[in-house]
């Protein structure tokens, strides 16, 4: 009897007991039709870039710790990367996508979505969304002095997909190929 009311005082409590609510996660997602490299990078300043293979999700872990998610259609952050930028702090999540290092997925676009959106106590809880085709993206950080960040709950996830409206040609410069045809009796050159 007396183990009986034990358990029941347990589930009164427990279903009186405020909900938790479980941390959300970063997600990026390649539905381009050529591989993207990613790093991950934390305090650490080592970008180590391995292929997105599909998706790449990783939880707020790290309170008060800025996390960018370096971008790049090749295996190296020498050259023009984008990045998905996010810090979670004080039971709220800030994010932003930031071009201040380049823009090479312009061709293609990007779009950060949360999971929530049209809460009032979080009105810049909405995505940022690069169109594909323009060269320059208004909704992300294009010089340090700008003021793209967005702020939602920590239990809400985010979802970046790079080229959310499907396959896209990469936005890198293409470099006109010149072959050289030596013939016994003359010279051409094929463009």
Known sequence: MQFKNIISGAA?????APAVMALGSATVVNNCGYP????SVGQSQHANMQPLQGSYSEGYSQQGVGISIKLAPNNTVG????????TWANGKIAYDLSNIDGYPFSAGGMQVVPSTQGDSSN???VPVDCPAGQSVCT???NAPDDVRTMVCDENTSLTLT????GSAKRSVEVREHI????????FTVEQ
């Open 12 to 16: 009164v409590l427990l279903a009186s």
């Open 36 to 39: 993207i490299y990613f790093a």
């Open 79 to 86: 050259g023009p990367v984008s990045q998905f930028e996010f």
């Open 123 to 125: 009105p810049t809880c």
């Open 139 to 141: 909704a992300a950080y």
């Open 162 to 165: 790079m080229c959310p409206g």
């Open 179 to 186: 072959r050289y045809r030596v013939h016994a009796r003359h």
